[in-house]
C-alpha cells in the first residue's frame, strides 16, 4: 500500500525545494522519464516519482507580451522546454518582454513571492540547452 | 478501436438560437428553455417527447443538468452535463447518436445558454487557478492561444496578415447575417491598427463577448422522416482530448482535431474536397488555420496561405463560418452549439443572403479549453 508522506503532497513539496533555493522536478523511477509539473504519480505509466534537481538550462519554445495599460508594465509570458525534457510556463526577465525570441537559450531563478516561490528564466547566451 | 459508426441513422430534427448579443435581465437556463422550446416546435416536437437531456450553460453548478430537465418538466432516462468547455456539444451529438442507435433513448436535447455579457462582474468564475500557470499571470484563454500563434507563426512563417483574413472574412460573412452582433465593415488597415492585447493578438484577433443560447434536438432517421423539418443526417461525429492546460499541450501547432478529424470523415465516407461548408470553433484568428489543417484540408503549416486572398470569405474556396463565427456573430463563452445550428440551417437551405449554394454536407466543429478537447460533426442531406 502506498504510504502518506510526511512531507505532504507533491504541490508542498516542490514548494520546500524553492524555499530552500533548489528548483527540483521529478523523475520515474522505474522509466527515468522526467516530469513536470509535480504530481504523486507518473503520467501514462503510473510509477512512483523521485525528485531531482534541475540543470535549470532551457529554450524558449514560444512566448507573448501581454500588453497592460499603464501603470501597469507589459509582463512576458514563455514556454520553457527544460533540458531535461520538460516544458514549463514562465517568464523570460531581464530583457524587454517583447524581445523573447523562440528558441532563445534561458536559465533558471528562483524569486519569492508573497505566499510562495516560482521559477523564472534568465537570458543565458552560450548555454544552450 | 471500434471504428464502426452508425451513419445516418440518427438526424437533426431542430435547431434553434435565442438571444444572440445582448440578454438583459434573463438567466441561462430561461434563455436555453426558449431555444430548446423552439427547436423542439419546428419540428412539432415537445418536452413531453425528450427523454435525453444534455445541457451545460454558462453558470450551471452540482446537479447540473437536472436543473435543466427540472425546469423544462423533463423526466430524462439519461442526463450529461459535461464542462470541458465549447466542444461539449459536438461530443453531446456523439453520444446521444450512440445512444439512440442503442435504443436507451428515443428523442435528445442538446441545450446551452449564457448571459455572460450582461452579467459581467456578477458571474462566479468555476475555473481553478492552476497552481503551474496562474502565478505568472496568464491572462486566459487568451494567452494560450497567441503562444499557439506564436508557435505557428515561428515553425511555418504564418504572418499577422493570415491571422487579419480571418477576421476579415468572419466580419463579411457577418454582413450577410442580421442576426449578427458585429457588422460593420472592416479593413485590413483597421485590423493591423487594433491595439496589441497578446502578442501576436489585438482586440480583432479574439471572438466577440456576448449573450446567446442554443437548442439541438436528435431522432432517429426512421422517425425523423414523419417530422415537419427537413432531417439534417449525422454521418460522422467523433471527439479527442490531448491536454487540459497549455503547459501540456504535446506540440502547439497541432490539435486533437487532427486525430478525430479525419476519424469523423471517414465514418461520413467523405474528404475535406466533399464538404460544402466548415463551420469551426474561431475563439481566436489562429484557429481556423489549426482547424483547416488538422482537418485535412490543406498541408500542416499552409493554413495561413490557404485562408489568403478571401478563401474563406464569402465568395472563396471553402465556405467557412458563414454565420460570421465567434470573431463577429456570437460567442457566449460556449460557441460549440451555434456552429452546429448554422450547418443545419444551411443545409436546410434557411441561411437568407449568406446561403451557401446546394449546400448537402458540412462540418461542425467545437473547441474546448485551450485547443485541449476537440470534437466534430459531420452533417449532410441525403
Known amino acids: 500500500m502506498t504510504r502518506v508522506s510526511e512531507q505532504g503532497g507533491p504541490d508542498q513539496q516542490y514548494q520546500a525545494h524553492l524555499a530552500a533555493g533548489r528548483f527540483m522536478i521529478q523523475r520515474g523511477v522505474e522509466t527515468g522519464k522526467m516530469v513536470f509539473f509535480p504530481r504523486a504519480i507518473a503520467p501514462g505509466t503510473g510509477e512512483d516519482l523521485e525528485w531531482v534537481e534541475a540543470s535549470g538550462r532551457g529554450t524558449v519554445y514560444s512566448t507573448t507580451c501581454v500588453r497592460k495599460r499603464p501603470p501597469e508594465t507589459d509582463l512576458n509570458i514563455a514556454l520553457i522546454d527544460l533540458e531535461e525534457g520538460p516544458r514549463m510556463m514562465s517568464r523570460v526577465e531581464g530583457v524587454a518582454p517583447d524581445a523573447v525570441a523562440i528558441g532563445m537559450a534561458v536559465k533558471a531563478r528562483?524569486?519569492?513571492?508573497d505566499d510562495g516561490h516560482i521559477v523564472v528564466f534568465d537570458p543565458a547566451p552560450g548555454e544552450a540547452a | 478501436m471500434n471504428d464502426r459508426f452508425p451513419r445516418a441513422r440518427t438526424a437533426i430534427v431542430g435547431a434553434a438560437t435565442f438571444g444572440e448579443g445582448r440578454c438583459p435581465g434573463y438567466?441561462?437556463?430561461?434563455?436555453?428553455?426558449i431555444a430548446a422550446r423552439d427547436a423542439l416546435a419546428q419540428c412539432g416536437l415537445s418536452f413531453a417527447d425528450v427523454d435525453g437531456v444534455f445541457a451545460t450553460t454558462s453558470n450551471d453548478t452540482f446537479g447540473g443538468a437536472m436543473h435543466f430537465a427540472q425546469y423544462c418538466g423533463i423526466r430524462p432516462r439519461v442526463m450529461d452535463n459535461?464542462?470541458?468547455g465549447g466542444?461539449?456539444?459536438?461530443?453531446y451529438v456523439e453520444r446521444a447518436v450512440w445512444l439512440l442507435e442503442a435504443g436507451l433513448i428515443d428523442c435528445a436535447l442538446i441545450a446551452y445558454g449564457s448571459n455572460q455579457a450582461s452579467a459581467l462582474g456578477k458571474l462566479t468564475n468555476?475555473?481553478?487557478?492552476?497552481?503551474?500557470?496562474a502565478?505568472?499571470?496568464?491572462v486566459n484563454p487568451m494567452t494560450s492561444y497567441a503562444l499557439a500563434a506564436k508557435r505557428h507563426m515561428h515553425q511555418y512563417g504564418t504572418t499577422k496578415e493570415q491571422l487579419g483574413e480571418v477576421a476579415l472574412a468572419a466580419r463579411k460573412w457577418a454582413q450577410l447575417n442580421p442576426d449578427a452582433v458585429s457588422r460593420a465593415p472592416l479593413t485590413m488597415d483597421e485590423y493591423l491598427a487594433a491595439r496589441m492585447i497578446s502578442d501576436p493578438f489585438g482586440k480583432l484577433d479574439c471572438c466577440l463577448v456576448t449573450d446567446g443560447a442554443a437548442a439541438a434536438v436528435l431522432t432517429r432517421a426512421d422517425r425523423a422522416r414523419d417530422l415537419a423539418t427537413t432531417p439534417i443526417a449525422v454521418l460522422g461525429a467523433a471527439s479527442m482530448t490531448t491536454h487540459s492546460h497549455i503547459l501540456a499541450m504535446p506540440d502547439l501547432t497541432v490539435t486533437p482535431l487532427a486525430e478525430c478529424g479525419p476519424r469523423a470523415l471517414a465514418q461520413a465516407g467523405l474528404t475535406p474536397a466533399d464538404i460544402d461548408l466548415a463551420e469551426l470553433y474561431d475563439a481566436f484568428t489562429i484557429n481556423p488555420i489549426l482547424f483547416l489543417?488538422?482537418?485535412?484540408?490543406?498541408?500542416?503549416?499552409?493554413g495561413g496561405r490557404f485562408v489568403e486572398g478571401g478563401a474563406i470569405a464569402p465568395g472563396g474556396k471553402l465556405a467557412v463560418n458563414t454565420n460570421g463565427g465567434g470573431l463577429s456573430c456570437v460567442h457566449p463563452g460556449m460557441y460549440g452549439l451555434f456552429t452546429i445550428v448554422e450547418a443545419v440551417r444551411q443545409l436546410r437551405?434557411?441561411?437568407?443572403?449568406?446561403?451557401?449554394?446546394?449546400a448537402r454536407t458540412a462540418i461542425a466543429q467545437g473547441n474546448g479549453g485551450v485547443l485541449s478537447s476537440q470534437a466534430i460533426v459531420v452533417l449532410g442531406v441525403e
Do not use: H, W
Open chain 2, 126 to 133: 468555476t475555473n481553478r487557478p492552476f497552481p503551474y500557470e
Open chain 2, 27 to 33: 438567466e441561462p437556463y430561461d434563455m436555453a428553455a
Open chain 2, 87 to 91: 466542444n461539449v456539444f459536438e461530443s
Open chain 1, 110 to 113: 528562483i524569486v519569492a513571492l
Open chain 2, 293 to 302: 489543417e488538422d482537418l485535412g484540408f490543406c498541408p500542416k503549416g499552409e
Open chain 2, 135 to 138: 502565478p505568472y499571470r496568464p
Open chain 2, 82 to 84: 459535461s464542462r470541458s
Open chain 2, 349 to 358: 437551405g434557411d441561411a437568407g443572403d449568406r446561403q451557401v449554394a446546394n
